[in-house]
């Protein structure tokens, strides 16, 4: 089974800072994916790679940026957190994009609250 | 956006039916996947169509009409542990679009 995972389940920082949030996978997937889920707006792409250093912004990319140096690994980082970017954080990977008839595998999810 | 549309909340009763129904714009489309969701965990893929029609996969069916952009998630026999949140996600080549999701509350 494909494992996708998080580092931190809960987080708490404050305005201004600017916060990292790391996602691993496990089975060597080309894509990986940033989404933000809040109540009533359901999950919404932030940006997306689909290979080291390969990146592209999703639809609400404003006040993040992404880093993948390492196939496994995608980073979303705040630049400078604020208010209105506390929310539920989820990442996502498939193998590459000729698989992308297949379902997206999701970390547990990040929820971040800037203070 | 690319604007889909499924109702915010469904309640039912233990071992009843229940139909859950998503629309979406037709350009573009690729395939529709359905996700369920429990509170405070990840997604989990259910089905995905392409083609018109009727999938079946045990107590969970999924049903899709490319021409009319029209998809629904039908639960059989529903159980406690169906009380859960339903996401329809529409495919665009390698995004998906999803819409805000369904709560399904089952009552006992």
């Known amino acids: 089974d494909v494992k996708v995972t998080q580092s931190s389940r809960y987080l708490v920082k404050r305005t201004g800072e600017k916060v990292f949030l790391e996602c691993v996978q496990d089975m060597d997937h080309e894509n990986m994916f940033w989404y933000r889920q809040d109540p009533g707006l359901g999950l919404r792409l932030i940006y997306f790679?689909?290979?080291?250093?390969?990146?592209e912004k999703g639809d609400i990319p404003e006040g993040y940026s992404v880093s993948r140096e390492k196939k496994e690994r995608f980073s979303l980082i705040l630049e400078s957190a604020s208010t209105n970017q506390t929310s539920m954080y989820l990442c996502a990977s498939i193998p590459g994009q000729s698989y992308s008839n297949q379902p997206q595998h999701f970390g547990d999810g990040t929820r971040l609250s800037i203070l | 956006g690319q604007n889909i549309d499924q109702p915010t909340e469904m309640t039912a009763t233990e071992g009843a039916i229940v139909q859950i129904n998503c629309t979406y714009q037709?350009?573009?489309?690729?395939?529709l996947f359905w996700y369920q969701q429990h509170a405070g965990e990840a997604p989990t893929f259910l089905s995905y169509n392409v083609l018109d029609g009727l999938e079946e996969k045990g107590r969970f069916s999924s049903f899709l009409s490319r021409s009319k952009g029209y998809s629904y998630l039908l639960l059989k026999e529903l159980q406690m542990k169906d009380s859960a949140s339903y996401l329809c996600?529409?495919?665009?080549?390698?995004?998906?679009?999803f819409g805000a999701g369904t709560t399904v509350t089952v009552r006992a």
């Open positions: 790679s689909y290979d080291v250093k390969m990146k």
């Open positions: 037709t350009s573009g489309f690729n395939g």
């Open positions: 996600a529409r495919r665009d080549d390698y995004k998906l679009s």
